[in-house]
């Protein structure tokens, strides 16, 4: 399995996203091996905008396994900004809270965005 960010399903379900990005997404989807958080959800839906689009968000909300957020994933996240910080960099809540539930879930994470590269070396 492998949580995918919201960085990665905007690519995917975007007519014109990078091909790349969009090629690992259909194959995770396609094989049953992606989940997602309710984070990478919430993300996603504060983005959407016509009827299609909220459509295409409630159809993959029956499809994709969630993963659940407990109070320990909450933490985790906590001592993830705070290693961020000693370490002079910054990352959005969202992508520390979907880094601490897929370390907590062990799943790999598919993500298109630079902040997790650096949040794997914390």
Not at 37 to 56: K, N, S
């Amino acid at each position: 399995m492998k949580m995918v960010d919201s960085s990665s399903w905007v690519h995917a379900l975007r007519r014109h996203g990078d091909e790349t990005a969009r090629e690992r997404v259909r194959i995770l989807v396609t094989s049953g091996q992606a989940v997602w958080c309710a984070a990478v959800r919430l993300e996603l839906w504060a983005g959407v905008g016509a009827d299609p689009e909220r459509q295409m968000l409630k159809d993959l909300e029956q499809r994709i396994p969630e993963l659940a957020i407990n109070d320990g994933i909450w933490q985790s996240a906590c001592e993830l900004a705070d290693r961020c910080r000693k370490a002079g960099k910054r990352a959005p809540a969202s992508d520390l809270l979907i880094t601490a539930c897929a370390r907590y879930h062990d799943v790999e994470l598919e993500a298109a965005d630079a902040h997790f590269d650096f949040l794997k070396t914390l």
